[in-house]
């Protein structure tokens, strides 16, 4: 499958293994759709899925009761959301049961689909605005905000009274957050400058990573396993919201 940005052309579409976004700048969402029609080649038209569809009551959206094709690729931007924000082990919970057939149709016939939660950065690896981390039993989240606040919730829901730790950064943006090769943590700021920092620098952290614990620590580790620095969020279990 290829998938390409296209200039000014008007939308976005797919013809085989191509698929094609006119601007760089569209939706996330829009990407996953087409790239599903890519990726589709006859399930869509195949009687399992037409049945997967009869049996559920539902389907994500009002694009997706166009075709059985559009239906498809809705359910697959529908997994791909419920991959990143830690659900897809249970399908979505009850959110979405009326269209549990679909989902489970699409975990099965789109097995590279199945991308496990990030949990972990590694050294030279960062999180854009809108990125985050997932812990994998999906209890805590820390997301790069666009306001520049780099924050770890406890739920997938995030409110204020949900927030366990904060960097506290707020400047003009766009921001990222890094996990240096030195071991410095940072966040920098529209014009790279330096919002945050954890002050880490050491020698043996060049291959070091940085863990969203299921515990809901944020633990930073250095080339021999060795904790070097932590959020101290251990062990909040319950969402206050």
Not at 48 to 65: F, I, K, L, M
Not at 130 to 143: D, F, H, I, M, P
Request: charged letters at 20%.
């Amino acid at each position: 499958m290829i998938s390409a940005t296209a200039g000014k052309c008007g939308g976005a579409g797919s013809s085989g293994d191509v698929s094609y976004y006119c601007e760089p700048t569209m939706h996330i969402s829009v990407f996953i759709h087409e790239s599903a029609h890519s990726t589709d080649r006859g399930t869509s038209a195949s009687n399992n899925w037409c049945d997967a569809v009869e049996q559920d009551s539902c389907v994500p959206d009002g694009y997706a009761n166009s075709n059985y094709a559009d239906n498809f690729a809705q359910v697959v931007v529908l997994w791909v959301h419920l991959i990143g924000r830690g659900h897809s082990k249970d399908f979505g919970g009850g959110q979405f049961a009326c269209m549990r057939n679909q989902l489970r149709h699409i975990d099965t016939v789109l097995p590279a689909w199945r991308i496990q939660e990030r949990d972990t950065l590694r050294s030279g690896q960062q999180l854009e605005r809108k990125e985050g981390l997932t812990s994998q039993n999906g209890a805590y989240r820390l997301v790069m905000q666009d306001d520049g606040n780099l924050v770890l919730y406890v739920s997938d829901k995030d409110v204020p009274a949900n927030a366990l730790w904060t960097t506290g950064t707020f400047s003009k943006g766009p921001h990222h957050f890094i996990v240096q090769r030195d071991g410095n943590l940072a966040i920098y700021d529209g014009e790279h400058r330096s919002a945050w920092a954890s002050n880490t620098s050491r020698q043996d952290a060049d291959q070091g990573r940085l863990v969203l614990q299921d515990d809901g620590n944020l633990v930073f580790y250095d080339n021999s396993n060795q904790a070097v620095w932590a959020s101290n969020t251990c062990c909040f279990i319950s969402p206050r919201e």
